[in-house]
C-alpha cells in the first residue's frame, strides 16, 4: 500500500485545495483532540503508532514522485506525535524529501517541530501551526494531549526568526466555546507577533462522534450547539456545517484581524473562497523554492 496518497482522495466538494499528496508516517493521533474526527474511521483513532516499514515503503513511493510535488504532512495524525520524539521518523522523511526539491507543508500541534528547523530552514518548506485558542486552560479541554497554545506560539517565533515562513490554523471555531471575538483577536495577534504570515480559518465541521465528545467536554454549550448543527446547520460530505450566515459572519471577523494586522487571510472547506486574499488556500503559497535556487546557483557557478 503507498505511503503517500493523493490529498482528498473523496473529492471534497468544498476542497480548494491545490494539488497535492498527502503522508503521515504515524496511524492514529495522541493529541486527543475533542473536535477530531478521526476517531469516525481509524479504529482507537487516539493510539498513536508507526506505520509498518515505513522508511522502506516512503523510498520506493519517492521513486514515483515527480520532482517538486507539494506533499502535505499530515492531515489526521499530528507528524510530531510525542513518540516522534524518538522514533524520528518524521525527520527521517524530510531528510529525503525536501533535498530532492519537494515542497512540504508541515501541518502541527507541537513545539517539537523546532528541533527540525535545521533541514526547514535548508528546504521547500513551510509550517502550519494549529491554535484554536491562546487560553492553555480552555485549550487543555478542547486538546487534552497536544502541547498548550503558548507552547506553539514559541515554537511559531522561533521558526520564523530561523527564516521558515509559518501561518497558523484557527480550526476549529466552535460557537460558545472559543468564538469569543476577544479570543480570536489576540490569537491572530499572538501569531502575528510571532512572525506569523497567513491566517486559515476553519469552522468546526461536525460528525456525530466527535460532535458527542464535544458536547460532553463543554456540557455548558451542550443544548446551543445541539440546535445549530442538527437543526440549523447543512450537511455536507457526512458532516453537519453550521448554518451559512453564522459561519459567513464568524470567517468575516477573522478576516478582519488577520487583514488589519497585514496578514493574509484564507478559509477551509467553508465554500466562500471569495474570501481568501492569499495565493493558497492551506498557506502553500508560503513555501520558498529553495532547493530549485539552489541548483540554479550551482548551474551558474559551473557556467562562471
Ligand atoms: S492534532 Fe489533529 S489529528 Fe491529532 S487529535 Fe487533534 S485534530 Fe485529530
Given at each position: ?17 491545490p494539488?497535492?499528496y ?25 493510539r ?33 506525535q ?55 486552560r480552555?485549550a ?67 460528525r456525530?462522534?466527535d ?30 456545517y ?63
Amino acid at each position: 500500500m503507498r505511503l503517500i496518497t493523493k490529498f482528498d482522495p473523496w473529492g471534497d466538494p468544498l476542497c480548494t485545495c491545490p494539488k497535492k499528496y498527502s503522508l503521515s508516517p504515524y496511524v492514529g493521533c495522541s493529541h486527543s483532540c475533542a473536535y477530531c474526527y478521526i476517531t469516525s474511521y481509524i479504529p482507537d483513532g487516539f493510539r498513536c503508532r508507526e506505520k509498518a516499514d515505513f522508511l522502506a515503503r516512503l523510498g520506493r513511493d519517492l521513486a514515483r514522485l515527480r520532482p517538486g510535488s507539494l506533499i502535505s504532512m499530515a492531515n489526521s495524525s499530528d507528524p510530531y506525535q510525542p513518540i516522534e520524539a524518538e522514533r524520528g521518523l518524521t525527520r527521517s522523511a524530510l531528510g529525503r524529501l525536501l533535498p530532492l526539491g519537494h515542497r512540504v507543508l508541515l501541518i502541527t500541534k507541537s513545539d517539537l517541530v523546532v528541533r527540525d528547523s535545521d533541514l526547514l530552514a535548508k528546504g521547500n518548506c513551510s509550517v502550519s501551526i494549529s491554535i484554536s485558542t491562546i487560553d492553555d486552560r480552555l485549550a487543555r479541554r478542547l486538546e487534552p494531549l497536544a502541547p498548550s497554545p503558548s507552547r506553539r506560539l514559541r515554537a511559531m517565533g522561533l521558526l520564523s526568526s530561523r527564516g521558515i515562513p509559518c501561518s497558523v490554523r484557527v480550526d476549529p471555531i466552535i460557537p460558545g466555546i472559543n468564538d469569543d471575538p476577544g479570543g480570536l483577536k489576540r490569537l491572530i495577534a499572538a501569531a502575528e507577533g510571532a512572525g506569523c504570515r497567513h491566517v486559515i480559518a476553519s469552522t468546526y465541521k461536525a460528525r456525530w462522534d466527535d460532535l458527542r465528545r464535544v458536547l460532553r467536554a463543554f456540557p455548558e454549550v451542550a443544548k446551543g450547539l445541539r440546535g445549530l448543527y442538527a437543526e440549523g446547520g447543512m450537511a455536507v460530505g457526512g458532516k453537519r456545517y453550521l448554518p451559512e450566515v453564522l459561519r459567513r459572519d464568524l470567517l468575516l471577523m477573522v478576516k478582519e484581524f488577520s487583514e488589519d494586522l497585514g496578514l493574509s487571510f484564507s478559509t477551509c472547506r467553508e465554500g466562500f473562497p471569495e474570501l481568501g486574499s492569499a495565493g493558497s488556500c492551506d498557506g502553500s503559497h508560503l513555501i520558498p523554492l529553495r532547493i530549485a535556487a539552489r541548483l540554479m546557483d550551482e548551474f551558474l557557478d559551473q557556467g562562471r
